[in-house]
């Protein structure tokens, strides 16, 4: 910009020089044509000249749920190439996603699959066969190794993917037992939706006294004022009742969401941090086989996961972890597509077993290289935090 200010002020101090006439006005063009191509410029953050720690101290997972490599794909070619977030990761490896009891997972599986490093049968959460026996999730453990923990999801708090890392049920569909096992772990931060199934239940329980007896404060909405951003109290933001609107349908808070969380969480531990963060919706647009709305939730997906990447650059101390859980729609790129023209087609309203993408950012990045199980991940992660692999 400095040499785009001294230019114009030799333009002027031209024009002020001369006569009255409009020869000055050849400049006019040249001008412009500065002026645009300094607009246009690319402006962003060089992921790959952050000057990186040993080892991370904080780790941000990132889960499209329903996310394959043909959704990935798809955005990329909707976005167009060389435009998307999944192009600036420079490690990427890919895991295999089927549960303890079928070769197609669902989330719950796959969920307790990060966040306990074992597979287990599908609908069950954050338990173990053959008897349901619950397995701590690196969520729990590194809350009571002291480092602060949280999660910023697009669904409800009792939704299969956040339960996993905080709930022990055998089924996914004990929505209203899961609520109450957020009464179980010191979780710093929640932001999602799920509000009714704390204060409009059955038993007449209400979750959310008791949550603000433990000194949580508590919010409604997606505005997030008068939250104790600096860290002096945990905090649950309700942004919904129930579930949250689709991104098309006014859904955008999770972007915002993820990185005041990021930092939020920063204050809140010496230690470090830990955050799951969901792109809950992906799926759910794969088992309505809606292009449209996959397209929105990849956008904003997209958008979520650049946060935590700026995040993490800005102090060389943070892993990012994105991946999916499974496919959902059996999306498949077909012959009758451009990129111009991008119309991919769902073979299924069903989860599929394809292989999921990962892809990683920051301290030990290069542990996600390769092909691996789903619980792996877990493990990964625990081995970048210097921790035993092993409960």
């Known amino acids: 910009m400095?040499?785009?200010?001294?230019?114009?002020?030799l333009y002027l101090q031209y024009r002020s020089t001369r006569r009255r006439t409009y020869k000055h006005l050849f400049l006019l063009p040249v001008l412009f044509v500065i002026f645009s191509c300094a607009g246009n410029k690319k402006t962003g953050i060089d992921y790959q000249a952050v000057i990186m720690s040993e080892r991370p101290k904080n780790i941000i997972l990132l889960i499209g749920d329903g996310m394959g490599l043909s959704q990935v794909t798809a955005h990329m070619y909707w976005q167009g190439v060389g435009k998307t977030v999944f192009e600036k990761f420079p490690v990427v490896g890919f895991h295999k996603s089927y549960s303890c009891d079928d070769l197609v997972t669902d989330s719950a599986a796959g969920a307790t699959a990060f966040s306990c490093g074992k597979k287990t049968t599908n609908g069950a959460i954050g338990v173990l066969p053959p008897n349901d026996e619950p397995c701590t999730t690196i969520l729990e453990d590194l809350d009571r190794k002291g480092y602060a923990t949280g999660m910023v999801v697009a669904c409800t708090a009792t939704h299969?993917?956040?339960?996993?890392?905080?709930?022990?049920?055998?089924?996914?569909a004990f929505t209203e037992e899961i609520a109450m096992d957020y009464l179980k772990t010191d979780l710093d931060c929640f932001i999602g939706g799920g509000e009714a199934l704390f204060n409009e239940r059955p038993d007449r329980l209400n979750l959310?006294?008791?949550?603000?007896?433990?000194?949580y404060v508590l919010r409604r909405g997606t505005t997030f004022r008068k939250l104790p951003l600096d860290g002096s109290a945990p905090f649950i933001q309700f942004t919904h009742d129930r579930e949250p609107p689709t991104a098309s349908g006014g859904r955008d808070y999770m972007p915002g969401a993820t990185e005041l969380a990021c930092n939020f969480l920063q204050k809140r531990s010496k230690e470090g941090f830990f955050l799951m963060v969901e792109?809950?919706?992906i799926d759910w647009a794969g088992h309505a086989n809606d292009r449209n709305w996959l397209r929105a939730e990849m956008v904003d997906f997209d958008k979520t996961v650049t946060r935590a990447l700026e995040f993490a650059a800005s102090n060389g101390e943070t892993l990012v972890i994105v991946t999916g859980d499974h496919e959902c729609g059996g999306l498949a790129l077909v012959k009758n597509s451009s990129r111009k023209q991008f119309n991919p087609s769902f073979s299924t309203h069903l989860h599929t077993a394809t292989m999921i993408p990962v892809y990683a950012y920051g301290p030990k990045q290069e542990l996600f290289n390769g092909v691996y199980e789903n619980t792996s991940l877990y493990d990964k992660m625990r081995e970048a935090l210097g921790m035993s692999v092993t409960q």
């Open 2 to 9: 400095t040499l785009l200010r001294d230019i114009y002020c």
């Open 160 to 172: 299969a993917t956040p339960a996993a890392f905080i709930a022990h049920r055998e089924l996914r």
């Open 279 to 281: 792109g809950s919706q």
């Open 208 to 215: 959310e006294d008791s949550l603000r007896q433990r000194g």
